[in-house]
C-alpha cells in the first residue's frame, strides 16, 4: 500500500512539474523573453509578462502568468469533476493558450476531450461599425503582429509534441467558423477576440454548448467594446452567475443556469 501511495503522489509531483515547466516555456518566464510591443523598450519585466502587459518576442502565448494559472485551474477543475465537454479558445495568436490546454489533457492522460483553436490566422478583421457600433474606430486589425499564420502556430504545437487528433483548427472569420463548427459540448470557452464583433459572435455560437458547471473565460474584458458585448450578453441570456476578476483585464465565470445547459 505505501509503494502505491508513493508511486501516486511521485506521479502527481511529476505532472505539476511539467505542467509548471509548460506554462513558463509558453509564456517566456522560463528564459526571460524579451518584448517586441511599442511601450516597453525591448526589456523584459517580469511583472509585465505576469500580467499579459507586453507581447513577447519568441514566446507562444502573451496572456501572461495569472491567467495561464487560470485557465490550468479551470481545466483540472472540470476533468476532475467530470464536467464533460471539449476545449475551445477563440483567438489564439501563436497558439500558446491551446497549447497548454492540450498539454494539460495530456498530463491527465485525457483521450476523449478535443482542443479547438479558432481564429482568422491573417489577425483581427477590419471594424464593422455599421453592425457593431461599439467597434468603431478599432485599429486592432493595423496590428500585423498579431496575424499568425495556421503553420506557424501548428509548428509551434508540434514543438511541444502535442500536435494530434485531439487539436482541432477552426480557420476563419468567426461567422463563418463557429456556427457551423463540430463541436457537441464544451467544458471551457476561452475568448480572446479583442473586439465587440468577435466577442458577440463567439457567444451566441458557442455559450449554449457549454456544459453544466463548465466555464467561460473573457480574455479581454478590460477593453469596453469587449466588455459591453460580455455584458449585454448576459443580460439577454439573463446570466447570474458573478463575474470573477483575475488580473485586472480578465474574467470568468461558471455556468450555472440549468434552463439553457444540460
Not at 505505501?2 to 506554462?23: C, G, I, P, Q, W
Request: glycine letters at 8%; aromatic letters at 10%.
Amino acid at each position: 500500500m505505501s509503494d502505491s501511495h508513493d508511486f501516486v503522489t511521485a506521479a502527481m509531483k511529476m505532472r505539476n512539474r511539467y505542467l509548471n515547466v509548460l506554462e513558463a516555456s509558453l509564456t517566456g518566464t522560463l528564459y526571460g523573453d524579451a518584448p517586441i510591443d511599442p511601450w516597453t523598450g525591448g526589456k523584459y519585466d517580469p511583472n509585465k509578462r505576469a500580467l499579459g502587459r507586453d507581447w513577447p518576442g519568441l514566446a507562444q502565448t502573451m496572456i501572461g502568468s495569472a491567467r495561464m494559472r487560470n485557465l490550468r485551474h479551470l481545466c483540472e477543475t472540470v476533468i476532475l469533476n467530470d464536467v464533460p465537454g471539449d476545449f475551445i479558445e477563440t483567438g489564439v495568436w501563436r497558439g500558446g493558450a491551446c497549447i497548454f490546454m492540450r498539454g494539460i489533457l495530456a498530463s491527465y492522460a485525457e483521450t476523449q476531450r478535443r482542443v479547438f483553436a479558432a481564429d482568422s490566422f491573417a489577425g483581427l478583421p477590419p471594424p464593422s461599425p455599421e453592425l457593431y457600433a461599439a467597434d468603431a474606430g478599432d485599429i486592432h486589425h493595423t496590428h500585423t503582429q498579431l496575424a499568425i499564420s495556421r503553420k506557424d502556430v501548428e509548428e509551434n504545437f508540434r514543438r511541444y509534441d502535442l500536435l494530434d487528433e485531439q487539436v482541432v483548427f477552426l480557420e476563419g472569420w468567426f461567422k463563418d467558423t463557429l456556427p457551423s463548427a463540430p463541436i457537441q459540448k464544451l467544458a471551457i470557452l476561452r475568448l480572446d477576440g479583442d473586439m465587440y464583433e468577435s466577442t458577440i459572435q463567439a457567444l451566441d455560437a458557442l455559450y449554449r454548448k457549454l456544459s453544466y458547471g463548465g466555464f467561460v473565460i473573457i480574455d479581454d474584458y478590460f477593453l469596453a467594446p469587449c466588455a459591453q458585448a460580455v455584458n449585454e450578453f448576459r443580460n439577454r441570456e439573463g446570466i447570474t452567475s458573478p463575474l470573477i476578476p483575475i488580473d485586472g483585464c480578465a474574467v470568468w465565470w461558471r455556468v450555472t443556469d440549468l434552463a439553457n445547459h444540460d
